[in-house]
């Protein structure tokens, strides 16, 4: 097995939102806000190869949503998964698997792109089957008032259609289950949007885990950092709790997709509870 970190392009999203209830003097001493308020926010998704099998986890934005549409976000940097993929020597065709934590735009809008002539949408990854869970395509398909805007038909529908869509199953409840189909774990957690799926890989004697919006940016460590999108923030602080505290105690390896700063890091038990222990490139620890 080896593994790439992919990046799928940098964006800013308002601190406000992204820190909830949490005042702008705490937040942005760790995420600093500019002048419209807006923090730095990365899309890094991550590609695993083993034999045959190349998984991509997430796949940012995409480029097919209108002008407007990208003037909400002030994209920045020249990322994006085509240039990144050909860094490691892969071509989009050669993915034949891509596992989306969830179905929020900024995770899954890569998955699918507008057709030859502009007339419809097809799948980015013409060779590649698209992994979510049922109940989360059920919440994402007929999607609530609030969250509605991050799930988009143009994003998610095609997958269907296209019959490459596959689900996995749910067999573990509360804790991580092994998926012996993709070859690794999964953690459902359900404060953020319903049926989130965090996945964890056993890689080099380390176990690592992809954060998703689990665990944001290293910003949102404290218990109470929790973000506006979430539609069960009072759900959140559990799941979180307990995965921050087995995190500290097994030494994960935390893969931050959306943390334009730091790529991976590691936690410690504290007096104040857990923390952030060390901060690392993907490249100090696995290259």
Same mark, same amino acid.
């Given at each position: 097995m080896r593994l790439y970190p992919v990046e799928a392009g940098n964006f800013k999203l308002d601190g406000g939102a992204m820190f909830g209830v949490v005042p702008k003097s705490l937040w942005n001493r760790t995420n600093p806000a500019d002048s419209n308020n807006m923090?730095?926010? &990365? &899309? +890094?998704c991550l590609l695993i190869e083993e034999g045959d099998r190349l998984t991509l986890i997430d796949t940012g934005m995409g480029d097919k949503q209108s002008d407007?549409?990208? %003037?909400?976000?002030?994209?920045?940097?020249?990322? %994006?998964?085509? $240039? %990144? /993929? $050909? =860094? #490691?020597?892969?071509?989009?065709?050669d993915i034949t698997d891509v596992f989306m934590t969830h179905l929020h735009f900024d995770h899954c809008g890569g998955s699918i792109k507008w057709n030859k002539d502009r007339t419809g949408y097809e799948p980015a990854f013409k060779n590649a089957r698209f992994w979510s869970n049922k109940d989360h395509w059920e919440w994402a398909t007929n999607p609530n008032a609030r969250e509605k805007a991050s799930f988009l038909k143009e994003n998610i529908l095609p997958m269907q259609e296209s019959g490459q869509l596959e689900f996995i199953e749910r067999t573990a409840q509360n804790s991580f289950q092994k998926d %012996?189909?993709?070859?690794?774990?999964? /953690?459902?957690?359900?404060? #953020?949007?319903?049926?989130?799926?965090?996945?964890?890989?056993?890689?080099?004697? $380390?176990?690592?885990?992809? @954060?998703?919006? /689990?665990?944001?940016?290293?910003?949102?460590?404290? /218990?109470?950092?929790? @973000?506006?999108?979430?539609? +069960?923030?009072?759900?959140?602080?559990?799941? =979180?709790?307990? *995965?921050?505290?087995? &995190? &500290?105690?097994? !030494? *994960?390896?935390l893969f @931050?997709? #959306?943390?334009?700063? !730091?790529?991976?890091?590691?936690?410690?038990?504290?007096? $104040?509870?857990? +923390?952030?222990?060390?901060?690392?490139?993907?490249?100090?620890?696995? !290259?």
């Amino acid at each position: 097995m080896r593994l790439y970190p992919v990046e799928a392009g940098n964006f800013k999203l308002d601190g406000g939102a992204m820190f909830g209830v949490v005042p702008k003097s705490l937040w942005n001493r760790t995420n600093p806000a500019d002048s419209n308020n807006m923090i730095d926010i &990365a &899309a +890094r998704c991550l590609l695993i190869e083993e034999g045959d099998r190349l998984t991509l986890i997430d796949t940012g934005m995409g480029d097919k949503q209108s002008d407007k549409f990208f %003037s909400y976000y002030y994209q920045w940097g020249d990322d %994006s998964i085509d $240039k %990144s /993929l $050909k =860094k #490691h020597g892969f071509h989009r065709d050669d993915i034949t698997d891509v596992f989306m934590t969830h179905l929020h735009f900024d995770h899954c809008g890569g998955s699918i792109k507008w057709n030859k002539d502009r007339t419809g949408y097809e799948p980015a990854f013409k060779n590649a089957r698209f992994w979510s869970n049922k109940d989360h395509w059920e919440w994402a398909t007929n999607p609530n008032a609030r969250e509605k805007a991050s799930f988009l038909k143009e994003n998610i529908l095609p997958m269907q259609e296209s019959g490459q869509l596959e689900f996995i199953e749910r067999t573990a409840q509360n804790s991580f289950q092994k998926d %012996s189909e993709l070859g690794f774990g999964v /953690l459902f957690v359900d404060g #953020h949007t319903d049926k989130q799926m965090i996945p964890h890989i056993d890689y080099k004697g $380390k176990k690592l885990v992809f @954060m998703a919006d /689990l665990l944001p940016t290293v910003g949102h460590i404290p /218990l109470p950092y929790v @973000m506006g999108y979430d539609t +069960r923030p009072l759900l959140t602080l559990p799941e =979180k709790k307990k *995965f921050l505290e087995t &995190a &500290a105690d097994e !030494n *994960f390896y935390l893969f @931050m997709e #959306h943390d334009a700063h !730091n790529e991976v890091i590691t936690l410690k038990h504290t007096e $104040k509870g857990v +923390r952030l222990d060390e901060i690392y490139t993907f490249d100090e620890i696995f !290259n």
